[in-house]
């Protein structure tokens, strides 16, 4: 069965530049969900989308941004990178509209290293 | 705001031997939730509850829904080295059709001597 993509699986950057992510959900999943992971910790919930549409926002700084597209996909947006956004991000995904079936499917992640 | 509490953080069993995790929480959620998380990896489901009082397995795997709809756990039966790895249970609360975010406990760590 088809698994929620994200892409890339890692990336390096340096200090005050800018990197996006990128998530691709289960197909006909209609809600994505952004968690930040950091070393040794559990999943912070940082915003999710429905429809499109921001559904609720988590401890997500100013410096980070996203959107979902007309075709479900995600990007999360982050600018002026601090060394301490280094951490496994995750994107879930999950069926609203039908009832019962909106358990929340993770990806592999992206590791994100800042120097 | 909402807080999980999973335990124990960590264990070290002999191969074979069951397993036994729980969360607890001061507020309640109408869904739980337990993953499995291996380094550098995603979260895999292994059991989703999503009612009071719920018994689910999964093979080897057990879960239950606390009555008070505040607390769940989580029983591996004969366990084997594949089952290492970190457990997190999760629960969400939701009330109306729309994204719901998880909340995490903090993960049970779990070491297998073969």
């Known amino acids: 069965a088809a698994g929620v993509i994200q892409s890339p699986r890692h990336l390096i950057k340096e200090k005050r530049e800018t990197a996006t992510l990128k998530c691709y959900p289960i197909?006909?999943?209609?809600?994505v969900y952004w968690y930040q992971q950091g070393p040794g910790q559990d999943p912070q919930f940082l915003i999710s989308?429905?429809?499109?549409?921001?559904?609720d926002k988590g401890s997500i700084p100013d410096r980070f941004s996203a959107q979902q597209f007309s075709d479900y996909h995600s990007e999360l947006n982050m600018s002026s990178l601090e060394l301490g956004d280094s951490a496994l991000y995750f994107c879930?995904?999950?069926?609203?509209?039908?009832?019962?079936?909106?358990?929340?499917?993770f990806g592999p992640g992206t590791r994100l290293t800042v120097l | 705001g909402q807080q999980l509490n999973q335990s124990p953080q960590s264990m070290f069993i002999q191969e074979g031997e069951d397993v036994s995790m729980n969360c607890t929480s001061s507020s309640i959620f109408n869904t739980w939730l337990w993953y499995k998380q291996d380094p550098g990896e995603g979260p895999v489901l292994l059991i989703a509850l999503y009612k009071a009082g719920e018994l689910t397995s999964n093979g080897r795997l057990t879960a239950q829904f606390g009555i008070t709809r505040k607390d769940s756990f989580l029983n591996i039966s004969a366990s084997i080295p594949s089952d290492v790895g970190i457990y997190f249970c999760?629960?969400?609360?939701?009330?109306?059709?729309?994204?719901?975010?998880?909340?995490f406990g903090q993960g049970t760590r779990l070491t297998i001597n073969p």
């Open positions: 989308f429905y429809e499109k549409m921001q559904s």
């Open positions: 879930a995904s999950s069926l609203e509209k039908r009832e019962g079936t909106d358990t929340q499917y």
């Open positions: 197909p006909r999943h209609d809600t």
């Open positions: 999760a629960g969400q609360l939701k009330w109306v059709q729309g994204a719901q975010k998880l909340v």
